[in-house]
C-alpha cells in the first residue's frame, strides 16, 4: 500500500506518515496525537495496534519529570524581631489611644452638660426713704411720695390683651412624583397645583402627540406634530395629559417647573401626567 493510499484511508498527512516510519516523532504535534497516528497506521495495515505501540514505547520511554525540590526559607531572625518590636509598639500606641478617646468622651459629656451659671447680680436696692409727710402719714396704696413729702396718685393703667394675628395657610409645594410603569406607561403624579402646566424643549427632530385626559379616562387629542431642533410648545390643562413621544432623548420636558427624565436613547415613550387636585 502506497503512502498516499494510506493517506486516503487513515486521514493522516504523508508526511507524518513518512515520520512514523523513519522514527521522526519530533515531525508530529504532540505525544498524544503519536500514538493516535500509529494506532491508525497500525489498523490500515492489518498490524496489531498494541503491539505496535509497545515497540513505540520501548523505542521511545515516557521521560521522568523530576519534581522540584523546594527548599524551605527559614525566616530571618532579625526581621522577627523586628515585626514583634513593631507588633508590641503597635499594641501600646492602641492603649494609648484607647486612654486618650476615654478621656476625651468625658471631658466632651461633662463639658456639654455642664451649665455655667455667672454670679446672680443682687438687684441693686435702692434705698428709698419715705418721707412722711405731716398732713399724710399714712399714704394709701397706689400713692407715690416725692421729695418734698406731696403724694401724687399713680395713673392706674389696664391692658388689654392684644389679639394675636392669624396665620395665612402656606400653600402646599408643587410636587411631580414617578409613581408606577403599567404597560409601557410611565405615570407621574402631579399635586399641589390647580392646573397642568407642560413645557417642552425639542433638541432635534421628534413626532409628539399630547391628549387631555378627561376625568372618565377618555383621551382628547390636543394635538400631534412633527417637531424639530429647537421648536417648542406650552400647554395649560385643567386635567391630566397623556404624550406619545417618538424620539425620548430629543425631548425636555418641564411639568410646573419640574424637569420630568424622558429618557437618554432614540426610542419610543409613552408618558400620562396624573393632575391630583386637593
Known sequence: MSLDELQEVTKIRKRYLEAIEEGNYK??????????????????????????????????PTPVVEKPVVEAIRPNRSSVHNTEKMS????????????LLIFGIVY?????????????????QTSTTRITDSTNP????GTSVNATGASN??????????????P?????????????????????AVTGAPKLSIQMTITGPCWIRIDAVKSDGSKEMLRQKLYNAGDTDTFELDNSAYLNV???????????GTLVPVGDTPNPKRLQLNLQKS
Open 153 to 166: 396718685p399713680s395713673p392706674i393703667v389696664s391692658t388689654a390683651p392684644t389679639p394675636s394675628p392669624t
Open 27 to 60: 515531525v508530529l504535534p504532540g505525544s498524544f496525537y503519536v500514538r493516535a497516528f500509529i494506532k491508525s497506521y497500525a489498523e490500515a495495515l492489518g498490524l496489531d495496534p498494541t503491539e505496535v505501540l509497545s515497540m513505540y514505547q520501548s523505542t521511545n
Open 138 to 141: 399714712n399714704p394709701s396704696p
Open 246 to 256: 417618538g424620539a425620548a432623548s430629543a425631548l425636555q420636558l418641564n411639568v410646573n
Open 168 to 188: 395665612t395657610p402656606t400653600p402646599p409645594a408643587v410636587q411631580v412624583k414617578f409613581t408606577s410603569a403599567d404597560k409601557g406607561v410611565d405615570n407621574y
Open 88 to 99: 508590641r509598639w503597635a499594641s501600646s500606641l492602641m492603649f494609648v489611644c484607647f486612654i
Open 108 to 124: 466632651y459629656y461633662t463639658y456639654k452638660n455642664y451649665k455655667g451659671t455667672p454670679a446672680d447680680e443682687t438687684p441693686s
